[in-house]
């Protein structure tokens, strides 16, 4: 993965195969504001404390990068790698380096903005490989059910009901 950071502004190139699939989530509220929301998300460890998925988060260490290691309350276990991050525009990118979902590999990003309207949206988005034998579709599944329970367990945490932008 190449990135850069430009006039304030993260420009991220996913180097990713052809045979990628993506997921998202979005969602906004007029009565979120984007720096509240991220300072729910904006530490790395904290998804512990807004997804409601998410058990325990550990920080460590990955191939020289900030990593956290993310126990579900299920059991499963996930492993994000920090590759980017830029309170400026409240953005961060993670790659998935484990996880118990059907995928080889994910680039995701997390961020934050102001909508144009006064209030504020929260988007996940990523790019993944589905594991040999997986359809794109079956992959997406749940990785998008993941985005979309966390996107709205911020606004919950930040005490709003989202709007799904899609």
Not at 19 to 42: H, P
């Amino acid at each position: 993965m190449k990135w850069l950071v430009v006039s304030g502004m993260l420009v991220v190139a996913m180097s990713a195969p052809a045979a990628a699939a993506g997921a998202k989530y979005r969602a906004e509220s007029q009565s979120a504001d984007a720096l509240k929301a991220w300072e729910v998300i904006g530490d790395f460890c904290a998804i512990a404390t807004w997804h409601p998925d998410v058990a325990t988060c550990v920080m460590g260490e990955r191939d020289g990068k900030p990593a956290r290691t993310v126990t579900l309350k299920d059991g499963g276990v996930i492993v994000d790698k920090l590759d980017a991050y830029d309170p400026s525009t409240l953005t961060y990118v993670i790659s998935t380096v484990e996880s118990p979902w059907p995928i080889q590999w994910m680039m995701a990003k997390l961020s934050t903005k102001p909508d144009d309207e006064g209030g504020a949206g929260v988007k996940w988005v990523g790019t993944f490989e589905p594991k040999a034998g997986t359809t794109d579709a079956d992959a997406k599944i749940p990785v998008e059910a993941f985005f979309k329970r966390g996107v709205d367990g911020i606004f919950s945490k930040l005490g709003v009901e989202p709007k799904v932008e899609g």
